[in-house]
């Protein structure tokens, strides 16, 4: 699997835990939702992915990725107009997606970092 690859799986992911847990704690489009998510799949890509998981573990790369997601997610009412996010479905959503990317570091490690 490619880098391309393993971003688009990881844009999916988010996209989908993040149009079904924001919009329901908060007033979240679906394209405010994959705006969202993109910034967040990049971010999380390269610092989580790209620079912490190869130097550590799958659950110290998925707990940095907490706060990342967190201040992604609630940070994105004070930049996109209209949205609002509740402390509460930025924390829900960031652990969700954080567990799921715990899950997913063990198969990148296997398969993409060794690739190089």
């Known amino acids: 699997m490619s880098f391309i690859q393993a971003i688009v799986v990881k844009f999916i992911m988010i996209v989908a835990?993040?149009?079904?847990?924001?919009?329901?704690?908060?007033a979240v489009s679906l394209s405010n939702a994959i705006i969202i998510s993109l910034a967040a799949t990049v971010l999380t890509f390269v610092i989580g992915d790209l620079l912490i998981l190869p130097r550590t573990n799958s659950s110290i790369a998925?707990?940095?990725d907490v706060p990342m997601l967190f201040i992604i997610f609630y940070g994105a009412q004070y930049v996109i107009p209209g949205i609002v996010v509740t402390v509460f479905g930025a924390l829900l959503t960031s652990a969700?997606?954080?567990f799921i990317e715990w899950l997913i570091h063990h198969y990148f490690k296997r398969t993409i970092l060794r690739e190089g």
């Open 17 to 26: 835990f993040v149009a079904l847990t924001l919009p329901e704690t908060g």
């Open 96 to 98: 969700i997606i954080s």
């Open 62 to 64: 998925a707990v940095a």
